[in-house]
Every structure is written in C-alpha cells, then in structure tokens.
C-alpha cells in the first residue's frame, strides 16, 4: 500500500470498502501519521490522514497553508495505526520538542 509504512497499535485484517476506502469490514478505519520533506529546503511536516496518497496531493497542490509555501512535499515516512486516538497521540507526539529529535533519528 505505501512505501515504507510501519504498522503500529492493534493488527488488523485490512480490506477495501465500498466507497474505496480501506478499513477492517464493518470496523474502524486505519489511520496514517505521515512525514513530509520538503524539495525546496529539506524541512519536516507532521500530519495525519486516512488517504495519505490524497494529502500528499493537497499538500503539493499548496491546499494547505502550512505546507503551501515549501512545497513540493515528498513522503518520508508513514506509520499505521488501527485507531484513530493513537494516531492523533503520535502526531502530537512528533510535533513536540522530543519528538522532532526522535524524528531526526527515525528519519537518519
């Protein structure tokens, strides 16, 4: 599904729902933590979405003030999880001061 993704929480069966979104049938949907860097000057971006694919174009649509001025955006990493809470947890986790040195190191 993406390059590099690390699953984290819960394993699930994953499947493609009606609408074309993945989830577990009649569950939760995954969610994805995403890092974006920059082409322009190598910077970090933090977000969360359950269509990385779509964000991404977002991001390098410049749809999206925070990243619209750095853009284009490439991913670096993405990380799975099987609940929503965990994901947004781990978003704000790596947007903080010990965890932008984690990110460094994840990212080395």
């Known amino acids: 599904m993406y390059r590099g993704v690390a699953q984290l ?25 995403y890092i974006l860097k920059s082409e322009k000057d190598n910077s970090l971006y933090v977000g969360s979405a359950r269509n ?34 965990l994901a947004l947890k781990r978003e704000k986790f790596l947007k903080s001061g010990i965890g932008r040195k984690v990110l460094e190191n994840l990212l080395d």
């Open 9 to 33: 929480g819960r394993a699930s069966a994953i499947g493609t729902l009606a609408d074309g979104r993945q989830g577990r049938s009649g569950a939760r949907l995954s969610m994805f933590v």
């Open 52 to 85: 990385v694919e779509q964000r991404l174009e977002n991001h390098n649509k410049g749809q999206s003030l925070a990243t619209k001025a750095k853009k284009p955006w490439i991913l670096a990493r993405v990380e799975k999880y099987n609940s929503v809470s």
